[in-house]
Every structure is written in structure tokens, then in C-alpha cells.
């Protein structure tokens, strides 16, 4: 059977219509109709804390980061330290705690980041009884699905300074006491 010249023409327009339709296309001002490409989703998140104790202190940080990019991409990060400074000879002893998270879900207008950042610090004067004590925590974040939390002690036989805090979304918390 031979096919006329007319019919091949419909055959192939026909696919490539049909080809066209069910590609992901995207209409741009200038350049006309454009094939779509979809991009794979990706995400990573990452967590680092650390707690170091004594000669007169008490020290927590803990840092944490989450990136998703693309539809169904998600991440999430979480971590905490805890220190204790034992009471020693004049009886002094510091605690602190930082606890961080960061989440993050990805959407096809970009790349979404969230980060959280702690520290703390209990301190005390370790060669007396002195009310040298001293008590910080410092926290930042970013993201819609960020938060940090912390506190931080130190104590004396004659005095004693506490902090705590805690922070979400984009925002900031910074205590100080002694």
C-alpha cells in the first residue's frame, strides 16, 4: 500500500504535536514557547556541636545547617552539648547547654537554607571563693524552619549567675549575666 504524501504530513505533525503537548513547556516574553527541563531535587543537612569542662569553666556549642532544592526535597540537622564543670576545691562548679536545629523543605523556585547557631559558657574563678562567676548564651537563626536553645550556669559559695534563651525563624538571642 502506498501512503500519499499528505497523509505522511498528518502522521508526522500529529506526533509532533502530540510530543509537544506532553513535554513540560514554559512560555517566556521574549523567546517564545520553551521546552522545560526538570531539575532532580537535592538536599544535605549537617550538625556540629562540641562541650569542653574545666579549669573554672563550662563551654557548649553546637552548629547547624539544612539545604533542600527542588519539589520534595527535604533536610533536617540537630544537635546539642552539654558540659559540667565539677565543683572543685572552692566550691564553684558551671554547667551550660546549646541545642540546635535546622530544617528545610526544597520547592521549584529554589534553593531553601535554614541554619542555627548556639553557644554557651558557665564560668566561675577557680582559685577562690570569690563571686567571680559568669553565665552567656548566644544564639542565631535563619530559615523558616530554624531554632536554637540554650542555657548556661555558673555558681559560687557566695554567688551565682543563669541564663537561658531560645530563638526560631530569623531572629536572635543574646543573654549575659554575672
Keep these: 500500500m502506498r ?32 521546552m522545560k527541563t526538570a531539575s532532580a531535587a537535592s538536599a544535605s543537612a549537617s550538625s556540629e556541636s562540641s562541650a569542653i569542662a574545666g579549669n573554672g569553666g563550662a563551654t557548649t556549642s553546637s ?46 523556585t529554589g534553593t531553601n537554607t535554614s541554619t542555627a547557631e548556639g553557644s554557651g559558657l558557665g564560668a566561675f574563678d577557680n582559685d577562690s571563693k570569690a563571686s567571680n562567676v559568669e553565665a552567656n548564651q548566644d544564639l542565631i537563626t535563619a530559615g523558616a524552619d530554624a531554632s536554637a536553645s540554650g542555657s548556661s550556669s555558673a555558681n559560687s559559695p557566695i554567688d551565682s549567675a543563669s541564663v537561658s534563651g531560645s530563638t526560631s525563624g530569623n531572629g536572635e538571642s543574646h543573654q549575659h549575666a554575672d
Excluded at 500519499?4 to 513547556?25: E, F
Excluded at 547547624?64 to 566550691?91: L, N
Design 3 to 34: 501512503r500519499s504524501r499528505i497523509q505522511w504530513g498528518l502522521m508526522i505533525s500529529t506526533s509532533v504535536c502530540l510530543s509537544l503537548v506532553t513535554a513540560p513547556v514554559a512560555l517566556d516574553a521574549g523567546k517564545g514557547l520553551m
Design 63 to 108: 552548629n547547624s545547617r539544612a539545604t533542600a532544592e527542588g519539589t520534595g526535597a527535604s533536610a533536617s540537622a540537630a544537635g546539642s552539648a552539654t558540659a559540667h564543670a565539677a565543683p572543685g576545691v572552692s566550691g564553684n562548679h558551671a554547667d551550660s547547654t546549646t541545642a540546635t536545629h535546622a530544617g528545610s523543605t526544597g520547592n521549584d
